[in-house]
């Protein structure tokens, strides 16, 4: 497939991700008029960062006055998880992909992204994660920005059903592979039972949502690489 076929595809595959991050920026934006932002400010910001948590996290600490410090270091905290995302797709990239095309793909790897990025059949083509990106960020960036002129003005059941998209979205992500193998369904299910262990028992109170979720992709993947390993020939299939 070549680079015009591949953007085109990601293009196609990018549509609903951009009507997800329509619709749950709108809640976002409403943090965002909340930390005294306009529109066009927040616009600007979820243009530039493409992160739920870790935007509302910067959000609730700017209206709380918090210094550019605190900001920076809890948005890192928040979004650490996909440095883990990157490297993964930085293995999903032919060996000789240059620094650039890497870069523009890590700008914007999200769950969302990665999810796609990540079950393109063999080598991932950049042109396809730029399609993503190109159709996904500004439904993201332009939720915000109408979040903020109307999200005042919705009843907040709306808000609040519209936020459940993109997790209907993410589950159609990662169904299809999982039902094709084995392997991967078992580690969703676990992914998701060990989640709710981390999320419900006291002893793991300590631990951020950020935290946990770092610490469970790394001890799952790590499982499955030992225990399941994928050679280059299938992974390139």
């Not at 999982?178 to 999320?199: E, N, P, Q, T």
Request: with cysteine.
């Amino acid at each position: 497939m070549n680079n015009k076929s591949c953007l085109a595809k990601g293009l196609r595959d990018g549509v609903p991700i951009c009507l997800g991050y329509f619709a749950v920026a709108f809640s976002l934006g409403i943090a965002a008029r909340s930390a005294g932002f306009t529109a066009f400010q927040s616009m600007l910001m979820s243009l530039f960062n493409n992160a739920s948590a870790g935007e509302f996290a910067a959000f609730t600490l700017i209206g709380a006055g918090a210094g550019y410090f605190e900001v920076a270091l809890m948005t890192l905290v928040t979004n650490a998880r996909y440095l883990l995302m990157s490297c993964a797709l930085s293995q999903k990239l032919d060996p000789a992909t240059p620094l650039l095309p890497r870069m523009l793909i890590g700008f914007d790897v999200t769950d969302e992204i990665f999810g796609v990025s990540i079950a393109y059949p063999g080598r991932l083509n950049p042109f396809y994660a730029y399609g993503v990106i190109l159709i996904a960020l500004p439904g993201w960036a332009l939720g915000t920005y109408f979040g903020v002129l109307m999200g005042n003005i919705l009843p907040a059941r709306l808000v609040s059903a519209l936020s459940v998209a993109l997790y209907g979205m993410f589950i159609a992500v990662f169904m299809p592979p999982a039902r094709k193998d084995k392997v991967i369904a078992a580690l969703v299910a676990a992914s998701m039972g060990l989640s709710w262990v981390f999320a419900s028992v006291d002893f793991f109170s300590f631990m951020s949502e950020g935290a946990r979720v770092i610490f469970l992709t790394v001890v799952l993947s790590a499982a499955a690489a030992l225990l399941f390993p994928v050679h280059d020939e299938e992974a390139s299939a």
